[in-house]
């Protein structure tokens, strides 16, 4: 199947600085990928969807000038966390569709 | 709106049969995926129903009831390896575009 890598796999950070995900799609082409947020036994809750050359569509409740999302090319797409706190710690998946849809590994983010 | 169900928590035996409800109400409905998530990890594809009916793959089978909204993933020849979330999630197409939608998922636990 597709494949989809994120980077980094895991990453601590400060109170109030910003941290940088991405994502990208290694042996194909995605003009849409998808960004879920996963918190400690609970599902995926969708945050965003990215489109490739145009703003991402947020989902309800998603502050969209908190969760930077950028798609860049067909093959990347980020999300910046800015002024990140502790309740932000979570497991961010990207995911990107081609017939069926692909995650990424997932990037467990800790904010002290 | 959007409302899928499906058991919090099961247990089986190695070796027997389990069956794992979901239930969903969605305002537009493109297809039902099942996953599989080990703790930590991303999810991984099982199953695709689209049409009504059984769709058999190995030990996996799955099933779609359209008009019910109602599909299941039975598991056969349990194995302590299948220990794991299962997700059901449903492709809706409310707001013109595809987007995957998860249930809490179902935490099975597989015994001696």
């Known amino acids: 199947g597709a494949v989809v890598s994120q980077h980094p796999s895991r990453v601590i950070c400060k109170s109030g600085t910003s941290v940088k995900i991405e994502c990208r799609s290694l042996?194909?082409?995605?003009?849409?990928m998808f960004w879920y947020r996963q918190f400690p036994k609970q599902s995926l809750m969708l945050m965003a969807t990215s489109n490739e050359g145009s703003k991402a569509t947020y989902e309800q409740g998603v502050e969209k000038d908190k969760f930077l999302i950028n798609h860049a090319s067909l093959t990347l797409s980020t999300l910046t966390v800015t002024s990140a706190h502790p309740e932000d710690s979570s497991f961010y998946i990207c995911?990107?569709?081609?017939?069926?849809?692909?995650f990424g590994p997932g990037t467990r983010l800790t904010v002290l | 709106g959007q409302n899928i169900d499906q058991p919090t928590e099961m247990t089986a035996t190695e070796g027997a049969i389990v069956q794992i409800n979901c239930t969903y109400q969605t305002s537009g409905f493109n297809g039902l995926f099942w996953y599989q998530q080990h703790a930590g990890e991303a999810p991984t594809f099982l199953s695709y129903n689209v049409l009504d009916g059984l769709e058999e793959k190995g030990r996996f089978s799955s099933f779609l009831s359209r008009s019910k909204g109602y599909s299941y993933l039975l598991l056969k020849e349990l194995q302590m390896k299948d220990s794991a979330s299962y997700l059901c999630a449903v492709r809706d197409t409310a707001g013109g575009y595809n987007k995957l939608i998860f249930g809490a998922g179902t935490r099975l636990a597989v015994h001696p």
């Open positions: 995911s990107a569709r081609v017939g069926e849809q692909f």
């Open positions: 042996d194909f082409q995605a003009t849409t």
